[in-house]
């Protein structure tokens, strides 16, 4: 039985699509994670995976006495996750990206094991940039991204089969939702995202005049005394179940989810993460809405979120547009490669 070792963290949007490829090859392939003490600890744990934590540091955007720090913390890392490597002897490294790869794909280059990582974004991440040379493959979810590299290869966002089950009829009840009143999906849970959830409901007498509502809405963020018509959840295990019940999603830009409302021809308004970021998520969001298959609201422009709405509900431009737009599943390429490179391993 082949072993493979999978890394990457920082945000969920890292650890939810290696969880997704794990879940997959759990039954023919021994699997572990290596990673910080961070997101993806907690994801991995909980998902019943081995888990090795090594000490990465993240760089700070910013002016920070903390980045000075990085070269012994680094340095520490490196010679953690290669002791890690030397004893667990896998056929193969696959990162999905984030500060929190590097030490175990950097170790896998020294110990001459395969290693294969995967970019989201329409830009690469820095860590992405570094590992780059050391990898067999730079998959990639946009085509753009590939050509950035000798070794890129475009094969689609990796996406859980369950997001395409979901039974409609089945998804309204489950909700208590009526039939003839659309639904708006508001994904408001992840890292940056309170300044969507304050909007939603500073606004939330206007928007229940059109819409039902579902707003996951983060661990600690719901409200005591939700009005009818809305409907809160801190997390949702079942995102089969929310995509079918909604009829428009307004959601951040992180590409696995970008590419899950495309798949699932959701008409979305994105509100794209600006701050703290390197401007991936908007870029992300450009190149689909130049395509006419969404709409873009900027944070600075929340106060418009009601007009905003309204206006992606009578495009019906942007509906035709997703519902001949072919938006492939990478999932099939990247395991197919993973069983590849890992069974090319010398014993």
């Not at 910080?36 to 540091?57: K, M, Q, S």
């Not at 989201?120 to 590992?131: V, W």
């Not at 079942?238 to 970008?258: H, I, K, L, Q, W």
């Not at 870029?283 to 689909?288: E, I, Q, V």
């Amino acid at each position: 039985m082949k072993y493979l070792l999978f890394c990457g963290g920082g945000s969920a949007g890292h650890v939810v699509p290696n969880l997704a490829i794990m879940n997959e090859l759990k039954y023919s392939h021994k699997l572990a994670y290596m990673g910080t003490c961070g997101i993806e600890r907690e994801l991995v744990l909980a998902a019943g995976y081995p888990y090795f934590e090594v000490d990465c540091p993240k760089l700070v955007r910013a002016l920070s006495a903390e980045n000075l720090k990085i070269p012994f913390r680094l340095r520490a890392a490196e010679k953690a996750a290669l002791e890690i490597l030397r004893r667990e002897k896998p056929d193969l490294v696959f990162s999905k990206g984030g500060f929190a790869s590097f030490p175990a794909v950097w170790a896998a280059d020294k110990l001459h094991i395969p290693a294969i990582t995967h970019e989201s974004d329409f830009t690469p991440g820095l860590c992405t940039k570094l590992i780059a040379k050391k990898c067999r493959y730079v998959l990639t979810s946009f085509p753009e991204t590939a050509k950035l590299f000798e070794n890129g290869k475009c094969v689609g966002s990796p996406m859980r089969k369950e997001l395409f089950r979901g039974d409609r009829a089945r998804a309204l009840k489950k909700y208590s939702f009526a039939a003839e009143k659309p639904v708006l999906l508001v994904l408001g849970g992840g890292s940056g995202s309170k300044a969507i959830n304050d909007a939603i409901r500073a606004n939330l007498k206007a928007l229940l005049c059109d819409w039902q509502i579902l707003h996951l809405c983060g661990k600690g963020n719901a409200l005591s005394d939700p009005p009818e018509g809305y409907v809160q959840r801190e997390f949702e295990n079942d995102m089969g179940s929310a995509y079918a019940a909604c009829d428009a999603v307004v959601c951040r830009a992180g590409s696995n989810t970008v590419f899950e409302v495309l798949a699932l021809k959701k008409p979305t308004l994105f509100i794209p993460l600006e701050k703290s970021s390197r401007g991936d998520q908007l870029l992300n969001a450009r190149y689909f809405e130049q395509r006419g298959l969404c709409r873009i609201l900027r944070e600075c422009e929340l106060g418009n979120l009601v007009s905003a709405l309204a206006a992606l509900q009578k495009d019906e431009m942007l509906r035709f547009s997703l519902s001949v737009c072919e938006t492939e599943n990478g999932m099939p390429a990247i395991l197919d490669l993973l069983k590849e490179a890992a069974n090319e391993t010398l014993q």
